[in-house]
């Protein structure tokens, strides 16, 4: 079975200070990596994602995310941080093989930017 | 740009009423799914459709009906609504159900069951 833990419920940062958002999954098969962002009230933004190209995978905003598969993680980051990144950010692992839990979602990490 | 379209915004529903939550997308998506999103639960699937026609459940289908009659539809249905339904739904499509796809999201439907 597929899953996806997000180390962190809540970070906090100041602005302009670096962003880390932790990802570790497990899947039986070579997954395909998502992190989405949800502002308050809003739908769920992908960010970016990874299909088993190139390991460091850039996404909008200035974020990126690197899949490590011997570590089984996909952390974000992002070198400095912005009001307006303040949201909801989740890691969503997709796999083949059954396509009702084809997308899993984490339970999401809550970004606070500090002034 | 419609992308993934859902309606309504906002609901309020009174105790062992029924409602139906619509959605539409335009990008001719063969996968639709219907998400609820609860306070430290995640994202947690509905029901999904793999095709016109061809709808099965998730984690949590008790209370929901869905179906598929078209390649761009994809109601939810509230058979009797409860407290507990009170959640944040949100409808998603990708291309295919095969890893890689991206899956796009609606704005969310945020539902208050009293």
């Known amino acids: 079975a597929q899953s996806v833990t997000q180390l962190d419920s809540h970070v906090s940062v100041s602005e302009g200070t670096p962003v880390l958002l932790r990802c570790n999954y497990s899947?039986?098969?070579?997954?395909?990596l998502f992190w989405y962002v949800q502002h308050p009230n809003k739908g769920l933004q992908l960010l970016l994602k990874?299909?088993?190209?190139?390991?460091l995978v850039k996404g909008i905003n200035g974020f990126e995310a690197e899949f490590k598969k011997s570590e089984t993680s996909f952390h974000l980051t992002k070198p400095s941080a912005h009001m307006s990144d303040a949201a909801e950010y989740f890691c969503?692992?997709?796999?083949?093989?059954?396509?009702?839990?084809?997308?899993?979602f984490g339970p999401g990490t809550r970004l606070s930017v500090l002034p | 740009n419609a992308g993934v379209t859902q309606t309504p915004k906002f609901q309020v529903l009174k105790t062992g009423q029924s409602m139906t939550l619509q959605c539409a997308q335009d990008?001719?998506?063969?996968?639709m799914s219907w998400y609820r999103q609860d306070p430290g639960m995640g994202l947690r699937l509905i029901h999904y459709?793999?095709?016109?026609?061809?709808?099965d459940q998730g984690e949590v289908p008790n209370g929901y009906n869905v179906s598929r009659s078209t390649t761009e539809d994809f109601p939810l249905r509230l058979l009797s609504a409860a407290p507990s339904q009170t959640s944040v739904y949100f409808c998603?499509?990708?291309?295919?159900?095969?890893?890689?796809?991206?899956?796009?999201f609606g704005e969310g439907s945020w539902l208050t069951v009293v």
């Open positions: 998603a499509s990708s291309r295919q159900a095969g890893p890689g796809n991206t899956i796009y």
């Open positions: 990874y299909t088993s190209a190139a390991t």
């Open positions: 899947s039986s098969y070579s997954p395909s």
């Open positions: 990008m001719n998506h063969e996968y």
């Open positions: 459709s793999v095709g016109a026609g061809i709808t």
């Open positions: 969503v692992v997709s796999v083949g093989g059954n396509y009702g839990q084809n997308f899993v």
